[in-house]
C-alpha cells in the first residue's frame, strides 16, 4: 500500500559505509603483492564479481581514490564488464588503456 502525503521525500544519501572488511583485505594483498613482486613487471588482477547492487563498483571507486592518496604512482585500470564483453574488445581496451597511461607496450593490435 502506498502511503502518499503529498510531501516530497529527501533523497537517500550515498555514503559510502560498511566497508572496512573489505578495504582492509585489499590494502593487506597489496602489501603481500609489493613485497613479492619487487622489481619485476608481472601484471596482477584483482576481480571482484557477484549480483548486482551489493556495492562493487562503489568499493572499487573507493580502493582506486584510496590508492590515489596513499600512493605516488598508482597504476590500476578499472574495467566494467557490463559495457563490453567480448574478450578480445576487453583485453584490447585494457591494453590500450595501459599503454596510454604506464607505458606499457601493447600487444592486442
Request: overall charge positive; aromatic content about 12%; proline content about 2%.
Amino acid at each position: 500500500m502506498k502511503v502518499r502525503t503529498g510531501k516530497q521525500l529527501e533523497k537517500a544519501t550515498r555514503v559510502f559505509t560498511d566497508r572496512e572488511e573489505p578495504r582492509a583485505a585489499f590494502w593487506k594483498k597489496y602489501e603481500e603483492v609489493q613485497k613479492e613482486i619487487s622489481g619485476d613487471n608481472n601484471i596482477h588482477v584483482l576481480t571482484y564479481y557477484g549480483i548486482g547492487g551489493i556495492g562493487k563498483s562503489t568499493l572499487l571507486k573507493k580502493l582506486i581514490s584510496e590508492m590515489k592518496e596513499r600512493l605516488a604512482n598508482p597504476r590500476c585500470v578499472y574495467f566494467d564488464f557490463n559495457n563490453i564483453q567480448k574478450s578480445r574488445a576487453v583485453l584490447s581496451n585494457i591494453s590500450n588503456y595501459m599503454a596510454e597511461n604506464f607505458n606499457f607496450t601493447t600487444l592486442i593490435q
